[in-house]
Every structure is written in C-alpha cells, then in structure tokens.
C-alpha cells in the first residue's frame, strides 16, 4: 500500500521569500513518481513538478524545485521568491503500480494538503 | 486555459434527482479519471478509463455510474445521491496511465 504524508496542514510566507512544503511517503513499489499539484480557490489541480525514484537529479521547473532525499523518502517541494499567486492549496502525490492478473495498473495517491497563505 | 473542461461547475441536487456530469479533454490523451474531493479529506480516486477501458473502479458505490464513450468525452451519471456525496468532483487526463495526469477546474456539487 502507498502512502503519502503532509504534516503542515498551513503555512505562511512573506512574498519574495522562500518555503519549503513537505512531503514523505511509504511505498515498497521499486519505482515510483512523486508528484505535486497546486489547487487555488477555483479549484482546478495544476500540476507543478514530477520526480522520478531513479532520477538522478532534483527536479526543477522555475521556481519550483523537489528536494528528493529517496533515503528517508521524503520529496520536499521548495518555492523560491514567493509571490501572492502562490496562495493555495498544494497537493504531494505518489504514482505507484500494482499488478493483478490483467497487467500492471498505476495508481495515484495523494496527501491532504498544505494550505499556503503569502503575505504581502 | 486548461485542456480539461467539466460542465457543469456547480450543481445542487436533491436526492431523487439523476443528473450527469460532463468532462472533455483537448489533449490527446488516451486516460481519463474522476476524482472526489471532500472537505478535509485526501483526493479519491473513482474511476479510471484507459483507451475508453474501465481500469479501475475503486469501490465506488453504484449510484455513480462513469461513462466513456471515446478518448476525449467521460461521463459521471448521478443518481439517488446522498448529502455526503457532496463535494467537488475532479476530472483528469494523461496521455497514458502512468504519466502526469492534467486536471479540469472540477464540478461543485450540493446534494440536499
């Protein structure tokens, strides 16, 4: 079975600073992805960053980057320079398999979110 | 402007109604997915369709009734819904199962 943790229910940052969102997940998949989606207030999921478990490196998409430290499994997502459009919702998630007679099925697992607030 | 689109974006039933909720994607991809999002509560995943294939139905309870008639329209048909079904219902797409799954702006809905 995955599982994905969140353990800030809120966090608050001053725009143009950075924070840091964390994530830790449980799996015994060989290989995984580990996502992270941002929701505002409308609602729609944006995604913002994919790590792969054999990736060598951090992944990095502007200002988003993954702090992946596959040892304690944890996949830390940083946001430098804040600004106020940050302000949502932001979701870790974890892609794993499972098999069963028809085959391989991916599955994606997501934690219960860090609500975070920017101030000006 | 997202590739996912979900009508409507709000809905209030009552419990005797049936209605349907609609997702399409502009995008090319080969799997769709509903989600359910509740206050408080981690994101569920429903039901998926790959190829217009039912992969996964996740113990979802049968007054949800999914739909697909091809790779870009999915169908969540209600009926005889409860007051906790409500909540918001996400749609999302990838191109296969396994890749990064791009969401709609998702559907409100209000069962009294």
């Known amino acids: 079975a995955q599982k994905i943790t969140q353990t800030q229910p809120g966090m608050f940052v001053q725009e143009k600073e950075a924070v840091t969102l964390d994530c830790t997940y449980d799996?015994?998949?060989?290989?995984?992805?580990l996502f992270w989606y941002k929701q505002p207030s409308s609602g729609e999921m944006i995604f913002l960053i994919y790590?792969?478990?054999?990736?060598?490196q951090n992944a990095t998409e502007g200002r988003y980057s993954l702090n992946f430290q596959k040892a304690r499994k944890s996949a830390n997502l940083v946001i430098s320079a804040s600004q106020l459009g940050d302000s949502a919702m932001y979701f870790c998630?974890?892609?794993?398999?499972?098999?069963?007679?028809?085959?391989?099925?991916?599955?994606?697992?997501f934690g219960k979110g860090t609500l975070l607030t920017v101030n000006p | 402007e997202t590739g996912v689109t979900q009508t409507p974006r709000h809905l209030v039933m009552g419990m005797t109604n049936k209605k349907s909720l609609k997702c399409e994607q502009h995008l090319g991809h080969n799997a769709m997915y509903w989600y359910k999002q509740s206050a408080k509560k981690p994101l569920e995943l429903m039901f998926v369709y790959n190829f217009k294939e039912q992969t996964e139905n996740n113990s979802v309870p049968s007054r949800f009734s999914p739909e697909c008639p091809n790779s870009s329209h999915l169908f969540l048909h209600l009926h005889t819904l409860q007051p906790e079904d409500s909540a918001l219902y996400l749609c999302a797409s990838s191109p296969e199962e396994r890749d990064s799954q791009f969401f709609g702006p998702g559907t409100r809905l209000t069962v009294l």
């Open positions: 998630a974890m892609r794993g398999i499972s098999w069963d007679s028809g085959g391989s099925n991916y599955k994606l697992t």
């Open positions: 790590q792969g478990s054999y990736d060598q």
């Open positions: 799996t015994s998949d060989p290989s995984y992805g």
